[in-house]
């Protein structure tokens, strides 16, 4: 804000009356701003889903007592990461097995060496593609919270330099004349730090929350392959 301006007494007369650059500025960091609150609430509702996908899956393993009943069991529940690692680990033993989980373990040919490692393969292949589908859109909650902050700088560089110029121009360098312009730069930094502030607390969190399920996917493909061993298919 140039010297000479009327000195605002709001906030909003402050956004209002400032330069075209500052309005640039706010105005992409707002949107910068609606697309990450979308995000967020979005990855978190989807993280709640999967928590009680999650419980619903081990309750209905875990009242199992061999593959085949736990594949029944799974097949009534909606579609989830663990669901479809289940699956996918299922399909392939039948594909290297006659009859599959379904066939009595003393009537179905134990598997080779090769085949198991096959199976492994596959199982940290499913639970990779998992883990890399869990962490669909979350980096754009890093780059908001880079880039924000950065954003709002420039535009409070723009507004303390189109505020110096403003008091060369007039010949004003008293602190009435400053204090407008330099308050009005700073409008973007606070914008900018907002947006970056819940962004990454939100990616950090979602992260965490993502290694998390990939952990216990990990953990459930090693303990199909317990099961196989402990059914004598192995």
């Not at 730069?185 to 993502?210: D, E, K």
């Amino acid at each position: 804000m140039q010297a000479g301006r009327a000195i605002p007494t709001s906030p909003w007369e402050l956004i209002s009356t400032s330069s075209g650059e500052t309005k640039f500025v706010l105005a992409v960091l707002i949107v910068f701003s609606l697309v990450s609150w979308f995000l967020i609430v979005a990855k978190w509702w989807q993280f709640r889903s999967l928590k009680e996908g999650a419980r619903r899956f081990f309750r209905a393993v875990a009242h199992a007592t061999r593959l085949d009943d736990a594949r029944m069991a799974v097949n009534a529940l909606p579609p989830s990461p663990y669901t479809r690692l289940f699956k996918e680990g299922v399909t392939f033993y039948g594909e290297l097995v006659p009859g599959g989980v379904a066939a009595e373990p003393r009537d179905a040919p134990r598997l080779t060496p090769s085949q198991l490692e096959a199976l492994r393969m596959v199982l940290e292949t499913q639970v990779d593609a998992e883990h890399d589908q869990l962490g669909r859109w979350i980096p754009w909650l890093a780059t908001f919270g880079s880039v924000s902050p950065l954003l709002g700088l420039l535009g409070t560089v723009l507004g303390v330099m189109d505020a110096f110029i403003g008091i060369a121009t007039s010949g004003a360098g008293n602190l009435g004349a400053v204090a407008p312009g330099v308050a009005e730069a700073l409008v973007t930094t606070v914008a900018g730090l907002a947006v970056a502030v819940p962004s990454v607390m939100a990616y950090n969190i979602f992260t965490a929350r993502q290694n998390f399920i990939a952990a216990e996917l990990e953990g459930f493909a090693r303990e199909m392959i317990v099961t196989l061993a402990r059914e004598g298919r192995l």
